[in-house]
């Protein structure tokens, strides 16, 4: 037993009788033929304690009866005889049901005993109609009736009773939502991923924030989710092993009548049954009928389908999970990042509009020993029931008059980022209460993100309306406006079409004596005090010059360029970035005057965006000796347009056909022409 810390005592107080240690789980799930939640609703039940001998009297319990009930290959007969021999035997397995129309009655199946035919009254199937779908796991009470035996074509097997193996309480929120009270943010994301056997001491923040991303289909209604990354990330784990409310499909035909509603019985199929349903190794997946996409995707935008004339809802969540056979850059080269979905899907913007997030598999850390956790979890069939419960709440109005989306986002894509939003906010705060604006802020970030992930690629299919994906958004009325982008189209030494931060330029040095030209992004910060800081250790005496120059001229001229902000009573901190050999930051004096009013101003500069130029201290613009060598830098380093003095203008003739085509050059006359025209209108 390894050492319980802060949020092992936390929860052990607040949480008795809801938790296990995540270790006992694995002890058993390794020996014996059945789900992790199966073998917690076990321990659940009798280890559910902090106490080491209470649990070790409960290990012994759970062994027996999962020694006793369980069937390993090749005690199929055994078992069997058992039931022959006392009249009954009982057995933990998967139950699924069907009609037998020659009969005119129901049977089921048990696959650990290999019997396909085993008698079941219809009442029991009434009260259980998920075993006609894709069953379920349950305590099954077996019995034979020997006098059956000996008839032609008889069935001597038959189901007297079973326990679903779910939890029996159903008013389970309050508790977590009044346990959720003593633990801090941090602390109960933690405790999540605890509970689903993962230990995030030490993870990364993207990791953690993909793993959290992975729980959101659990709690929000019709929740559509594409996971695509290398293999090895546990993405099936979740949706097979701790939730008896999911289902997963793995590869292969998926039978609109498994999927949807049986025409001929007018049986509701998985999506009305499970809370989510997760097609595994998406890319071998097909539908039996040609219309079965078109189904799914009327069912994924509405959550409805059609039988006939009547229209069915469902809340079913819908989960696509695939490999990539490559790194992520080079999907990208190859093709679009739904490359792995099937063919009927891969290229379909319309289907691809209905996913509300692509989580991205690259950021999962792969499963080994070092992840599993050893500390205590919430019980998997307390979690799922809580989980199964959040999907009738919506957190979406903690949103109001605090969030403001950027015009980027169509209706598809706010609706998306709010559905994700929700569904974050529901896994961090069970109870319907005060939300931290820093709660808020890290889930809009993450839902951004994994949307526009999505708009990325309808981009790269070449698809006009979805050419603006640059999402941002605004906390608070009178906030600042942040671009949210996707790490994995970002390259640190190019520049992005993503807008910076405010107080962020993009520059050329034009070098000079010895020095080439160069690369560089200047970062400004502005806070209370005065003057201004540069951070560069040594300080480049030519950058210190143009800052200089920049600075006076910010004075000078402060009610053209910042209004009534009076730049005098802010102190600057500046950062320069050289992303090439050269180091100096020569002539970058009007970048870093653009840099300082951004700063000032709360506003970004344009994405893609590089401005060159020197302001002496008079305010005059000097020329620059080699514009051409200039723009050939920005084409290559990834600029959509450059922002240069207009005495350029007539050098840049000798700029080629090619070159002239790939960037858009603007020019400016004075400081304020250029701060004008370099911002985000």
Known sequence: MIEMDQIDKKAASSLEGYL???????????????????????????????????????????????????????????FKARARENGEVKIIDLITARLDARTDSFIATLPSLRLTDVRISSELVNQHERMLTGGFY?????????GIAQESKGRPFGVESLREIQLSKRDVLDILAEARKVFSSEEWKILLLRSIGIEPIGLSQRQYDALMLRMVPFVERNYNLVELGPRGTGKSHLFQQVSPYAHLISGGKATVARMFVNNATGQRGLVCQYDVVCFDEVSGISFDQKDGVNIMKGYMESGEFSRGKESIRADGSIVLVGNFDVDVEHQQRI?????PLPPEMR?????????????????????????????????????????SQLRNQSRVSVLQN??????????????????TVSGLLKLLYPGEGETADEDIEWAVHIAMEARRRVKEQQKRIGAAEFRNTHFSYVMGADGVEKFVSTPELQSENSIGTDPLE???VWTIS????????????????????SGVKILNKPVPPAFKESMGYAEQNLYARAVQLVGDKDPRHHEFT?????????????KLGMAALIALCTALLKKSVRGGLTIVGEINLGGSIEPIHNPVTIAEIAVEKGASSLLMPVSCRRHLFDLSDDMATKIDIQFYSDSRDALLKAMVA
């Open 20 to 78: 296990v240690r995540k270790d006992l789980v694995r002890t058993f799930s390794r020996q014996f033929p059945v789900p992790t939640y199966v073998v917690e609703f076990l321990l659940g039940r009798y280890c559910a304690s902090t106490e080491q001998d209470e649990i070790d009297e409960g290990l012994e319990i759970v062994g027996r009866q999962l020694k006793s009930r369980t069937v390993k290959a090749g005690e199929e007969e055994l």
């Open 138 to 146: 349950a305590e099954i009470t077996l019995n034979y009736d020997a």
């Open 335 to 339: 093709g679009h990042l739904l490359g």
């Open 347 to 387: 290229n379909d913007t319309a289907f691809m509009d209905r996913i509300h997030a692509f989580l991205p598999g690259w950021d999962v850390p792969k499963m080994s020993k070092e992840l599993l956790t050893n500390h205590f979890g919430l019980v998997s069939d307390f979690l799922s029931e809580c989980w």
């Open 402 to 419: 605090k969030v403001f989306f950027g015009g980027a986002l169509s209706g598809r894509d706010t609706n998306a980022v709010n559905k």
């Open 502 to 504: 405010p107080g962020q």
């Open 510 to 529: 034009p070098g000079g004596g010895e020095e080439h030209p160069g690369l560089y992004r200047i970062e400004i910060n502005e806070g209370p005090g």
């Open 574 to 586: 500046v950062q320069l970035r050289a992303f090439d050999a050269s180091k100096s930051g020569a």
